[in-house]
């Protein structure tokens, strides 16, 4: 155990490397990729449930696996 400017990390740094504890989060971006995904898998997942309802008009076993496997 590591124990740095009060935080408890579970090893110490490697050699030769100094933490920058001042340095900005990649908060911002990481909130953006998380978004974007977010946004295309729900795209995706309405484009599929609306496909296998209206066009296919076969809602099967398969639509409904992913859903209770999660």
Same mark, same amino acid.
């Given at each position: 155990?590591?124990?740095?400017?009060?935080?408890?990390?579970?090893?110490?740094?490697?050699?030769?490397? @100094?933490?920058?504890?001042? !340095?900005? =989060?990649?908060?911002?971006?990481?909130?953006?990729?998380?978004?974007? #995904?977010?946004? $295309?898998?729900?795209?995706?997942?309405? @484009?599929?449930?609306?496909? !296998?309802? =209206?066009?296919?008009?076969?809602?099967?076993?398969?639509?409904?696996? #992913?859903?209770? $496997?999660?």
């Amino acid at each position: 155990m590591s124990l740095s400017n009060g935080v408890l990390y579970s090893a110490p740094p490697p050699d030769g490397y @100094i933490p920058d504890f001042n !340095r900005p =989060h990649e908060a911002p971006a990481l909130l953006v990729c998380t978004i974007l #995904f977010l946004g $295309l898998a729900v795209i995706a997942t309405a @484009i599929r449930t609306y496909t !296998r309802v =209206h066009i296919v008009r076969l809602v099967a076993l398969d639509d409904c696996k #992913f859903a209770i $496997l999660m």
